[in-house]
């Protein structure tokens, strides 16, 4: 009798294997559906700002805003402290050179005067006192020469007489010694007054050059106290605008005190400031336009400033032709700064998608517009308008412009 064999239950090999390629398929299909997803933003075409890479001329220049500024400003500080008691121009009024616009007073500098004017004039008795006196001892002395000499004369003479009387024996000895005796006598007292006065006379001279140069120091010093005296009056530096006027009547000023600055208006430069980035390119002497109501005028850069402050440098432009005729101190400018010269580029029309990837990648759309795919790119150059293209893009491939921080890490973009 045959016995039936039942089929054994349960999981055989072969179930093993459908189940692994069915776990399969679905971490392919997880893979396919949510990995992808994780790299992929979705949003409206509407919502972004698309733009054409396109070849062209590429123009080398940056747009800066500035200022209208007087051609020079001078700073008026008080060359003397006082008190204010007149104020003889207002802020804003044309001056011209040497026009007085506030008066001092300062009490301890007329006391000064006096002071010096007393000490000069005791230096002019002094200096009148001695020179009689030297005088007179010239005059004493010559006189004193003078009769010296009259008498050496006398007594060589006498001298020379009994010297031959007493050769022939016709006078003693002693009337020849004695006549010897006086002649030398009168010899050196000749010679001592002759000294004497010589040195009186270069006395006289060193002593009154030493007495006239003190005098005339003195002379001087008297002339710079009432120099200072003039400069109680505060006067214009230069021909201008009085651009500020810090003084007001009774104010007290000290010595060294910035009151005032003249506008200098024979010209007007532009006071621009630029971003930091830019600074290993900007020179002298680079050439600007600005364009003023369907005019173009030409500015030069005459002056780079070396410090930065707040990511920007300063730099100063001055008109190199005309300038417009309405033109006044505090006007704000937009200037094209020309930094080099034009070439043919691919140019990348400026979006804000550069403060997302500082130029480094940037979405790329394709053919049929319906996404966008990351790529690494290559900027150069930048204007107001363009960036300059070195590589990664094409002539007209058209490119995501507007900002990337709503796309997180994806790697391409679904555009509906």
């Given at each position: 009798m045959d016995i039936k064999i039942e089929k054994k239950k349960g999981l055989r090999l072969k179930h093993y294997g459908y189940m692994g390629i069915g776990l399969l398929v679905l971490?392919?299909?997880?893979?396919?559906v949510f990995a992808s997803s994780t790299a992929t933003f979705r949003t409206e075409k509407d919502k972004l700002s698309v733009a054409e890479v396109v070849q062209g001329k590429f123009d080398d220049y940056i747009t800066i805003n500035g200022n209208v500024a007087p051609i020079a400003t001078i700073y008026m500080d008080a060359y003397e402290g006082g008190r204010v008691t007149e104020k003889l121009i207002e802020e804003g009024a044309t001056v011209k050179k040497g026009d007085i616009i506030l008066k001092l007073e300062n009490i301890n500098l007329y006391e000064q005067i006096l002071n010096s004017e007393s000490n000069l004039a005791l230096k002019q008795n002094d200096l009148r006192s001695t020179r009689l006196s030297f005088d007179s001892r010239q005059v004493e002395g010559r006189k004193s020469l003078a009769t010296t000499s009259t008498d050496l004369q006398r007594l060589k003479r006498n001298f020379e007489q009994n010297k031959a009387l007493y050769d022939e024996e016709l006078i003693s000895k002693e009337a020849y010694l004695l006549s010897k005796e006086n002649y030398e006598l009168a010899q050196q007292t000749f010679d001592i007054v002759k000294l004497q006065t010589e040195q009186d006379d270069a006395l006289r001279k060193t002593s009154l050059s030493g007495l006239d140069t003190d005098l005339a120091r003195m002379r001087k010093t008297l002339g710079m106290v009432y120099q200072r005296l003039d400069h109680l009056n505060v006067r214009a530096p230069a021909d201008g605008q009085l651009g500020f006027l810090d003084a007001?009547?009774?104010?007290?000023?000290?010595?060294?005190?910035?009151?005032?600055?003249?506008?200098?208006?024979?010209?007007?430069?532009?006071?621009?400031?630029?971003?930091?980035?830019?600074?290993?390119?900007?020179?002298?002497?680079?050439?600007?336009?600005?364009?003023?109501?369907?005019?173009?005028?030409?500015?030069?850069?005459?002056?780079v400033y070396p410090e930065v402050r707040n990511g920007k440098f300063k730099v100063d432009l001055v008109f190199s032709d005309t300038k417009p005729e309405t033109i006044r101190a505090g006007q704000s400018y937009n200037i094209k700064l020309?930094?080099?010269?034009s070439s043919d580029a691919l140019l990348l029309p400026k979006g804000s998608f550069f403060q997302s990837t500082g130029g480094q990648w940037i979405f790329v759309v394709n053919d049929d517009g319906d996404e966008a795919n990351k790529r690494p790119i290559r900027i150069g150059k930048q204007n107001s308008r363009y960036y300059e293209v070195i590589e990664g893009l094409d002539a007209g491939e058209k490119v995501i412009t507007s900002n990337y921080d709503n796309f997180g890490d994806a790697e391409k973009i679904v555009l509906k």
């Open positions: 971490f392919m299909g997880y893979q396919l007001e009547i009774g104010q007290n000023i000290t010595q060294g005190q910035r009151i005032g600055q003249i506008n200098v208006l024979t010209d007007y430069k532009i006071e621009a400031t630029i971003d930091e980035h830019y600074i290993d390119r900007v020179k002298r002497d680079l050439f600007a336009n600005l364009e003023r109501n369907g005019k173009l005028y030409k500015l030069r850069l005459r002056k020309q930094l080099g010269a």
